[in-house]
């Protein structure tokens, strides 16, 4: 059985993240044109929802308590 180069194990790693990535991405551009394709605005949705989020964590935040 062959020894595995360390130089090989880094660059198939790095092949793998690019390729997951690039899945990833190409997932969210079937998503988003999915929403467009329904008459939805995928940024404007985004957008709301980012607004959304960080008002409702500002109101969850645990009080500071001295101690």
Do not use: C, H, W
Not at 14 to 40: C, M, P, S, T
């Amino acid at each position: 059985m062959a020894a595995r180069n360390p130089q090989t194990q880094a660059k198939r790693a790095r092949e793998f993240a690019v390729k997951e990535k690039r899945e990833r991405k190409r997932a969210k551009k079937a998503e988003n044109a999915a929403l467009r394709a329904a008459g939805i605005d995928p940024y404007a949705e985004a957008l709301a929802d980012s607004t959304a989020d960080s008002s409702a964590a500002a109101s969850t935040e645990p009080e500071k308590t001295e101690g």
